[in-house]
Nanobody, 123 residues
Framework: QVQLVESGGGLVQAGGSLRLSCAVS????????MGWFRQAPEKDHEFVAR????????AYADSVKGRFTISRDSAKNMVYLQMNRLKPEDTAVYFC????????????????WGQGTQVTVSS
Protein backbone atom coordinates (compact mmCIF):
# COMPACT_ATOMS: atom_id res chain seq x y z
CA GLN A 1 0.00 0.00 0.00
CA VAL A 2 1.15 3.52 -0.76
CA GLN A 3 0.42 6.40 1.59
CA LEU A 4 0.48 10.05 0.66
CA VAL A 5 0.52 12.84 3.24
CA GLU A 6 0.09 16.47 2.27
CA SER A 7 1.17 19.48 4.29
CA GLY A 8 1.72 23.19 3.84
CA GLY A 9 -1.78 24.52 3.36
CA GLY A 10 -3.09 27.58 5.13
CA LEU A 11 -4.57 31.05 4.83
CA VAL A 12 -2.85 33.59 2.61
CA GLN A 13 -3.74 36.93 1.07
CA ALA A 14 -4.25 37.30 -2.65
CA GLY A 15 -0.91 37.71 -4.37
CA GLY A 16 0.88 35.65 -1.75
CA SER A 17 2.62 32.29 -1.95
CA LEU A 18 2.42 28.86 -0.39
CA ARG A 19 4.35 25.65 -0.88
CA LEU A 20 2.56 22.35 -0.51
CA SER A 21 4.45 19.15 0.22
CA CYS A 22 3.49 15.53 -0.36
CA ALA A 23 5.33 12.73 1.42
CA VAL A 24 5.16 9.41 -0.45
CA SER A 25 5.61 6.27 1.68
CA UNK A 26 7.10 4.23 -1.16
CA UNK A 27 7.45 4.27 -4.90
CA UNK A 28 6.20 1.47 -7.11
CA UNK A 29 5.25 0.98 -10.75
CA UNK A 30 1.83 2.34 -9.77
CA UNK A 31 3.29 5.66 -8.64
CA UNK A 32 5.21 6.65 -11.77
CA UNK A 33 3.14 9.79 -12.09
CA MET A 34 2.48 12.22 -9.27
CA GLY A 35 -0.28 14.77 -9.47
CA TRP A 36 -1.92 17.57 -7.57
CA PHE A 37 -5.66 18.08 -7.73
CA ARG A 38 -7.93 20.51 -5.95
CA GLN A 39 -11.56 20.59 -4.97
CA ALA A 40 -13.41 23.80 -4.24
CA PRO A 41 -16.70 23.70 -2.30
CA GLU A 42 -19.50 22.10 -4.30
CA LYS A 43 -17.21 21.47 -7.26
CA ASP A 44 -15.56 18.39 -8.73
CA HIS A 45 -11.89 17.55 -8.41
CA GLU A 46 -9.82 19.68 -10.77
CA PHE A 47 -6.43 18.69 -12.17
CA VAL A 48 -3.70 21.16 -11.21
CA ALA A 49 -0.31 19.71 -12.14
CA ARG A 50 1.61 16.47 -12.55
CA UNK A 51 5.20 15.25 -12.68
CA UNK A 52 6.96 11.97 -13.45
CA UNK A 53 9.54 10.56 -11.08
CA UNK A 54 12.01 9.49 -13.76
CA UNK A 55 12.70 12.54 -15.93
CA UNK A 56 10.54 15.08 -14.13
CA UNK A 57 8.19 15.68 -17.04
CA UNK A 58 5.54 18.20 -15.97
CA ALA A 59 2.15 19.44 -17.08
CA TYR A 60 -0.17 22.14 -15.72
CA ALA A 61 -3.75 23.22 -15.91
CA ASP A 62 -4.17 26.43 -17.87
CA SER A 63 -5.58 28.15 -14.79
CA VAL A 64 -2.29 27.78 -12.88
CA LYS A 65 0.29 27.84 -15.67
CA GLY A 66 2.97 30.43 -14.97
CA ARG A 67 2.00 30.72 -11.29
CA PHE A 68 2.42 27.20 -9.90
CA THR A 69 5.45 24.93 -10.13
CA ILE A 70 5.48 21.21 -9.38
CA SER A 71 8.73 19.51 -8.44
CA ARG A 72 9.98 16.32 -6.84
CA ASP A 73 12.85 15.15 -4.68
CA SER A 74 13.44 11.53 -5.61
CA ALA A 75 15.90 10.92 -2.78
CA LYS A 76 13.31 11.98 -0.19
CA ASN A 77 10.20 10.65 -1.95
CA MET A 78 8.70 14.13 -1.79
CA VAL A 79 6.61 16.09 -4.27
CA TYR A 80 6.04 19.82 -3.97
CA LEU A 81 3.69 22.42 -5.37
CA GLN A 82 4.99 25.97 -5.21
CA MET A 83 2.05 28.35 -5.61
CA ASN A 84 2.76 32.00 -6.37
CA ARG A 85 0.50 34.97 -7.12
CA LEU A 86 -2.38 33.18 -5.46
CA LYS A 87 -5.93 34.25 -6.26
CA PRO A 88 -9.16 33.82 -4.28
CA GLU A 89 -10.32 31.33 -6.93
CA ASP A 90 -7.40 29.09 -5.94
CA THR A 91 -9.17 28.42 -2.64
CA ALA A 92 -9.74 24.67 -2.35
CA VAL A 93 -8.64 21.48 -0.68
CA TYR A 94 -5.50 20.34 -2.45
CA PHE A 95 -4.83 16.64 -2.89
CA CYS A 96 -1.68 14.77 -3.79
CA UNK A 97 -2.23 11.68 -5.95
CA UNK A 98 -0.15 8.89 -7.47
CA UNK A 99 -0.83 6.81 -10.56
CA UNK A 100 0.72 4.62 -13.23
CA UNK A 101 -0.35 6.54 -16.34
CA UNK A 102 2.37 9.04 -17.21
CA UNK A 103 0.09 11.58 -18.87
CA UNK A 104 -2.95 11.20 -16.67
CA UNK A 105 -4.95 14.34 -16.05
CA UNK A 106 -8.18 12.86 -14.75
CA UNK A 107 -9.07 11.60 -11.33
CA UNK A 108 -9.53 8.06 -12.63
CA UNK A 109 -5.87 7.92 -13.70
CA UNK A 110 -4.68 8.00 -10.08
CA UNK A 111 -4.74 5.07 -7.69
CA UNK A 112 -3.59 6.60 -4.44
CA TRP A 113 -4.72 9.80 -2.76
CA GLY A 114 -3.79 11.82 0.26
CA GLN A 115 -6.28 13.30 2.71
CA GLY A 116 -5.87 16.81 1.37
CA THR A 117 -4.75 20.15 2.75
CA GLN A 118 -6.85 23.31 2.81
CA VAL A 119 -5.67 26.39 0.96
CA THR A 120 -7.63 29.59 1.52
CA VAL A 121 -6.82 32.78 -0.36
CA SER A 122 -8.42 35.94 0.94
CA SER A 123 -9.13 38.94 -1.27
Amino acid sequence: QVQLVESGGGLVQAGGSLRLSCAVSRRTLSTNNMGWFRQAPEKDHEFVARITWNVGLTAYADSVKGRFTISRDSAKNMVYLQMNRLKPEDTAVYFCAAGKLLNGNSRADYLYWGQGTQVTVSS
